[in-house]
Structure formats: C-alpha cells, structure tokens
C-alpha cells in the first residue's frame, strides 16, 4: 500500500511561492518514484497572512502546522510589512510558529558542494570537502532567560539584562539530537561552551559528557566558543557535528554556512520532542529579485531533501534530491546567485525543469 505523507506548505512572502512550487514537484516526483505519496496542504504565515486575516500567524496556520508530518517553509517578510508593531510583524509569526511547534534543535548543515568551491571566499584547500552540522539549542539559553529588561539603577542609570540559563533537562534533549544525528553522519561530536567563564556552560558541558554515556560510539570533543569560531575558519574540515547553546550556535551556524559562500544553497531543520518539524532555507524572502523568476530554488529544494531525511525518515528519497542537485551543478546550470564563467544561467523555473529531467 502507498503510504501518505501529509506536508504543510507555508510559501511566505517574496520569492517563497517560486522556490515552493519547484520543491513541490521535486517532491512529488521523487514521490512517485518510490511509491510514496505527498499530500499537500498550503498555509498562510508572515506578509501573506497578514495581507489576508491581520495576524501574520492565524490560528489556523497553527493547528494546519501541528497536525501534518512535517512543514515546508520557504521565507517571510518584506518592505511592506516592516513598519507595523511588532506583534503584527512577519517575524513575529515565523516566531510564534517555532514556539507553537515547540521546535528546539535547529539543524543547519554546511556542506561544500565541490562544483560551487569558488564561490566561497576561503582558499580551495582549506574548504575542499567541508561536511559540518550545526545543532543549534534554540528555545532556551540567553534570548529567553530570565531576568531580562531594560532596567533604572539607583543612580538612574539604565542597566540592560539578559539571563543565560539552561536546566539538565534542556541540555539533555539537545544533545540527545545531536548525538543521534552525528550517529547518522561521521560519528564525531564537539560540544561548544564557554565553560572556563560560564557556569551555566559548565553544567552545559557536564551533562553534555553524561549523555554521551549511551553513545559510545560517537566520539565527543569540547571547544570553547571562542576557539571554536577560530577553528571554523582555520581549519572547518575537523568539524562533523557541533552542537552549543542559543547564542554560540546562533552565531556559529552563520559563520559555517558562509564558509560555502553561497546563501541560496543553505538549507534548515528545526525538530521538537515529538510532533512534526519544520524544515526551510536560511535564506530569507529576496523582495529584490521576487516575482522576476530569477530565484536558486535549491535551498528549498535541499530543506525539503531534510525533511524527507530527518522528518519522514526516507533516506533514499533525501538522496535522490541531493544528488539530482548534485547532478544539475554538475552540469553547469546556475541561477544568478551562483553564477560563474562557462556556466548556463538559468532562472527558477528552468532549474527546476532540469532538476525534474534529472531526476
Ligand atoms: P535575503 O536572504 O532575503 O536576501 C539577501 C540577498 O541574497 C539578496 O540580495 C537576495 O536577492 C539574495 N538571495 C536570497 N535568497 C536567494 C535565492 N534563493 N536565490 C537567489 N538570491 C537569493 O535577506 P534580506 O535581504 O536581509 O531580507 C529580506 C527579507 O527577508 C526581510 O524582510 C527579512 O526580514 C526576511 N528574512 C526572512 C527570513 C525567513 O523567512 N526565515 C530569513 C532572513 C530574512
């Protein structure tokens, strides 16, 4: 019997309804292939939704989200919206959305594809062969402790605060993630702190080392952030999986990602405890080239690669997607972003087209 999938499809703002329509098809020919079959539901978030109900995450975007296997996103906002309050913001729904799903690993993988090493600005040999995972703690840490607020001192001085704190039970589940997806990789872990400082860090890093217990498998290292953030650029192809805190992952996956230089080609998973995850590109809305057919839809192409992987656990349909990437760069189509000389530019459509051909 075909099993259904049920996928929610959130197209946003700008770019987002070109880069969703090619991921579909991909989807649903990768689909047919293998005899699974994709159900897909659409739903409003950010300027869309706030364009047709006012709140840029209508309750029924919500409930759609949580009651499918899994949810595409490609990106929200734009100029338009930018000068509401900001609970009436884009953002603010792709926000409430992550709460809501209570989606607390964000996954962001960072891997040079050896046909776009030119677009990155590090040298050949340092990036060559870069595979890395960022596992991002994303719902706790410093941009949600407390105390945090802008208050008077006695002087009447301002003094502005925010708290980083992380329970065991925080730490635990992160890592749980990570350890299990570094099992699915290279089976190297570094855990990334600030422990010489931080005590919250140091509670970080011991129950980091106390989770790996069940992994014997997976090798675990430690860095501290600031080395780690040396380390990446230096030399990044030490790196498998990391995993850190809100904060330092925050900033690391940015760094990661760059080190392939090319933002329409980044794709992103965020996972909860249990219920369905939400998978997207890095990249955000592109107002400046949306509605010209001039999108690299492969991020979002990628992001739904993900989710088959980490969301529906289909494997082998992850690797007819990325392969048939692989393929279609190999063959030299490029869209703007990524174009060099000899290549054929192509717009979205046409990359999506070839992308079909190929699969
Ligand atoms: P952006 O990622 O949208 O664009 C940055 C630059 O990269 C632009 O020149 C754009 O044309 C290019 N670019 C991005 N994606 C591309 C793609 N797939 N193909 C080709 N070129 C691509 O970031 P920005 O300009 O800072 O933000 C634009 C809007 O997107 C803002 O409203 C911002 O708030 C929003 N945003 C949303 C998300 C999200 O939905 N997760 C993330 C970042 C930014």
Redesign the pocket.
Known sequence: MTQTYRITLLP?D??GPE?TAVAKDVLNAVGSQLDLQFEFSEALL?GAAIDATGNPLPHETLEKCKNSDAVL???????KW?NLPREQR??TG?LGLRAGMELFANLRPATILPQLIGASTLKREVVEGVDIMVVRELTGGIYFGKPKGVFPTETGEKRGVNTMAYTEAEVDRIARVAFEIARKRGKKICSVDKANVLEVSQLWRDRVIAVSADYSDVELSHLYVDNAAMQLVRAPKQFDTIVTGNLFGDILSDAAAMLTGS??MLPSASLGAEGPGLY??????????AGQD????L??VLSAAMMLRYGLNLPEAADRIEKAVTAVLDSGYR???IMSEGMTLVGCKKMGEVLLDTL
């Open positions: 946003g700008g770019i880069i950010g996103l490609a990106a929200i906002g734009g100029q930018d884009p953002e792709l933002i329409g997207e590109p890095v990249h955000g809305s592109a107002p400046d080239i001039k999108a690299n839809p991020a979002q869209t703007g972003d």
